[in-house]
């Protein structure tokens, strides 16, 4: 008896860890990148506009989003204003950008989707402090990044080291806001049900001139054939 006992509880530890694994696979799983394109597609879901746009899902709609099965160039579209702020010295120091530009490649792997790229903020000011004669180049790169997608989210990584961006700052009366500043860490997106990129005041682990920093914004993406692409979960 003491021997089937033993068993049995072989059996259930082996099937909790199976339970285990199961759970600790689903939850890898990401955000895959698809097109909005006339036919069938992998979602129950059909749409009337060529963008897939929410609001328009009709039982007989001619669109649809389907995930794409090569490494597909892409580009940001519909871009909205970024702001880049943080405390440095006691002071809140803010950089306002009009938009955002970027492009690269990304491909559905294991579950998720994965490419690397770069971004350029444009149209770029100082926001504050006011009237201390700072100022920002007008456009300001990131590094090369990689990319990878949650189960809800986007994040960005630089492709090497830890340096996200340089900002160069001059003319502040406040001179511990000059300089050549790094912004390190990562750019985090939260992806709402086929939408765009949005990045919160929350969502981003960076930091400018080593301190916390946040990263607010959005953007969506378009392929090199005009398409209209994003994450959706698979």
């Given at each position: 008896m003491s021997q089937l006992k033993a068993s049995v509880a072989v059996l259930l530890a082996s099937i909790a860890c199976l339970c285990a694994l199961g759970t600790a696979t689903s939850s890898a799983a990401g955000l895959e990148?698809?097109?909005?394109?006339?036919?069938?597609?992998?979602?129950?879901?059909?749409?009337?506009?060529?963008?897939?746009?929410?609001?328009?899902?009709?039982?007989?709609?001619?669109?649809?989003?389907?995930?794409?099965?090569?490494?597909?160039?892409?580009?940001?579209?519909?871009?909205?204003?970024?702001?880049?702020?943080?405390?440095?010295?006691?002071?809140?120091?803010?950089?306002?950008?009009?938009?955002?530009?970027?492009?690269?490649?990304?491909?559905?792997?294991?579950?998720?989707?994965?490419?690397?790229?770069?971004?350029?903020?444009?149209?770029?000011?100082?926001?504050?402090?006011?009237?201390?004669?700072?100022?920002?180049?007008?456009?300001?790169?990131?590094?090369?990044?990689?990319?990878?997608?949650?189960?809800s989210t986007v994040t960005y990584t630089p492709a090497s080291g830890t340096k996200f961006t340089t900002v160069k700052v001059s003319g502040c009366s406040v001179s511990a806001?000059?300089?050549?500043?790094?912004?390190?860490?990562?750019?985090?997106?939260?992806?709402?049900?086929?939408?765009p990129q949005q990045f919160t005041s929350t969502s981003s682990a960076l930091k400018f001139a080593e301190q916390k920093a946040t990263f607010v914004g959005s953007f969506g993406l378009e392929d090199s054939g005009g398409g209209i692409d994003a994450f959706v979960a698979p």
């Amino acid at each position: 008896m003491s021997q089937l006992k033993a068993s049995v509880a072989v059996l259930l530890a082996s099937i909790a860890c199976l339970c285990a694994l199961g759970t600790a696979t689903s939850s890898a799983a990401g955000l895959e990148l698809h097109r909005c394109t006339k036919g069938l597609g992998t979602l129950n879901k059909r749409y009337s506009t060529s963008n897939c746009a929410p609001g328009t899902t009709v039982p007989e709609g001619a669109y649809t989003w389907k995930p794409w099965l090569t490494k597909p160039p892409v580009a940001v579209r519909e871009a909205s204003s970024f702001s880049l702020g943080a405390t440095v010295g006691g002071v809140k120091f803010g950089v306002a950008c009009s938009s955002l530009k970027g492009s690269g490649e990304i491909e559905n792997t294991g579950g998720k989707a994965v490419g690397e790229g770069s971004m350029t903020l444009i149209g770029c000011v100082v926001s504050e402090p006011a009237e201390k004669g700072c100022e920002v180049p007008a456009e300001i790169s990131t590094t090369s990044l990689k990319l990878e997608t949650g189960e809800s989210t986007v994040t960005y990584t630089p492709a090497s080291g830890t340096k996200f961006t340089t900002v160069k700052v001059s003319g502040c009366s406040v001179s511990a806001l000059n300089g050549e500043k790094a912004v390190t860490g990562t750019a985090t997106a939260v992806v709402p049900e086929m939408g765009p990129q949005q990045f919160t005041s929350t969502s981003s682990a960076l930091k400018f001139a080593e301190q916390k920093a946040t990263f607010v914004g959005s953007f969506g993406l378009e392929d090199s054939g005009g398409g209209i692409d994003a994450f959706v979960a698979p």
